[in-house]
């Protein structure tokens, strides 16, 4: 069981891609990484974030799926609870599917089908550096769970 992003926009770029390898490459089951990426839409404002929105909730299909909405209006949780949240899904049997919505957010109903919405900061990144941060802080969850030295208290 992989733990997968559905992202709007293009694919990564290269000092993203190679980041997000340097954690890939660190991962184990089931902390491991998949990514798709959602094509952002010609609309703007609110039209493309119904219509960004709409192509998420069709890829989040599966009931036992535990979504997890990236949102700087989330929740603001530190690691080691990150890496609880994570784990008690994963152990649960529940895949887990991480959220990016386009440069106009998602709508009430991405947020309604989310089982928990985080904010990895008040501050609002990139998109294409939340990527990077959300692979850093999967490895470093799993680290976390397996007790190893990467995370210091």
């Known amino acids: 069981m992989a733990i997968r992003v559905l992202a709007v926009g ?25 990514w798709q990426f ?9 039209a493309a974030r119904a219509e960004e929105s ?16 990236l949102d700087e209006r989330g929740r603001s949780i530190d690691s080691p609870a990150f890496s609880r949240t994570l784990g008690g899904a994963l152990d649960a049997s529940r895949p887990v599917t991480f959220l990016i919505g386009g440069a106009y957010g998602v709508d009430d109903t991405v ?29 470093r969850a799993q680290e976390i769970a ?7 208290e």
């Open 10 to 34: 293009r694919k990564h770029e290269s000092w993203v891609s190679d980041g997000i390898a340097r954690y890939e490459k660190r991962l184990k089951k089931p902390f491991d990484l998949s």
């Open 38 to 46: 959602l094509p952002h839409s010609a609309r703007e404002g609110d």
């Open 54 to 69: 709409e192509r998420l909730l069709t890829k989040t299909t599966e009931a036992r799926e535990y979504v997890i909405l």
């Open 111 to 139: 947020h309604r089908r989310a089982d928990f919405v985080l904010s990895l900061s008040k501050l609002v990144f990139p998109h294409q550096l939340v990527r990077l941060i959300l692979a850093e802080q999967v490895y």
């Open 146 to 152: 397996g007790r190893r030295s990467y995370h210091h």
